[in-house]
């Protein structure tokens, strides 16, 4: 279900790293939720760092909605980098996996497949 991988780099270098590799892979970013910071500035006791980036590719998205518009609710995929112990960690929770929750269409899952490919070529680019 997820595909998490360490990396040797720091925190703030795979951020970098994974800013690049997700426009060297065609998607864009839509956002960047910094869960760690929002979390202690409501005061909250959080000593890891958790940024999530919302990543899509405009191409795949549009197949996916024109199929079943309800998927808007899965989209933007979403790749994190975090802390854990020390360690800096990359991970999502696969595409493919997801899409067949909800749907069994054919169709889907392709591009569901091709989605998941390119993300984690994006994480392997960035770890």
Not at 37 to 52: A, P, T
Not at 67 to 87: F, H, W
């Amino acid at each position: 279900m997820y595909y998490i991988v360490e990396s040797e780099k720091s925190f703030e270098q795979t951020t970098n790293d994974l800013k690049q590799a997700v426009s060297d892979g065609g998607f864009g970013l839509l956002h960047i939720h910094d869960l760690g910071n929002i979390l202690r500035s409501k005061g909250m006791k959080f000593n890891e760092n958790c940024q999530v980036f919302e990543v899509c590719n405009p191409e795949q998205a549009a197949k996916v909605l024109a199929i079943d518009m309800q998927l808007n609710m899965a989209l933007p995929c979403r790749i994190s980098v975090y802390t854990e112990q020390g360690k800096t960690k990359l991970g999502l929770i696969k595409p493919e996996r997801m899409l067949s929750a909800l749907s069994d269409d054919d169709q889907l899952q392709e591009i569901a497949k091709e989605v998941e490919r390119a993300n984690i070529k994006m994480i392997e680019q960035a770890k």
